[in-house]
């Protein structure tokens, strides 16, 4: 099973920028689809963005798009997301996952394998 490992993250004012980092262990990192999703208090999980195995495709939830940017490094066996222009609606605890087979319903978190441990990201106004 694919582990995933996410770093990054933290406290940021409003209008500032972070960056989160998933590290993939096993399996041939360079296949996957992956996946963020974000989950605020007393809400459900929610898509963020997405990027095929080769970097080709990528997708964004309309809520952030224009703001964040997903990116991979298949040598690294990591996938980045790149925050920018954070607002504090943003608040959330963002999670990595890997879709190990093919590249559809990327916004579909039922659709994914395995799940990174989660961390916060808090904006302060």
């Known amino acids: 099973q694919v582990q995933l490992v996410q770093s990054g993250g933290g406290l940021v004012q409003a209008g500032g920028s972070l960056r989160l980092s998933c590290a993939a262990s096993?399996?041939?990192?360079?296949?996957?689809?992956m996946g963020w999703f974000r989950q605020a208090p007393g809400k459900e999980r929610e898509f963020v963005s997405a990027i095929t195995w080769s970097g080709s495709m990528k997708y964004y939830a309309d809520s952030v798009k224009g703001r964040f940017s997903i990116s991979r490094d298949n040598a690294k066996n990591t996938v980045y997301l790149q925050m920018s222009s954070l607002k504090v609606e943003d608040t959330a605890i963002y999670y990595c996952?890997?879709?190990?087979?093919?590249?559809?319903?990327?916004?579909?978190?039922?659709?994914?394998?395995?799940w990174g441990q989660g961390t916060q990201v808090t904006v302060s106004s």
């Open positions: 996952a890997v879709k190990l087979l093919g590249y559809e319903g990327l916004a579909d978190l039922r659709r994914y394998d395995s």
């Open positions: 096993r399996g041939t990192f360079s296949t996957y689809s």
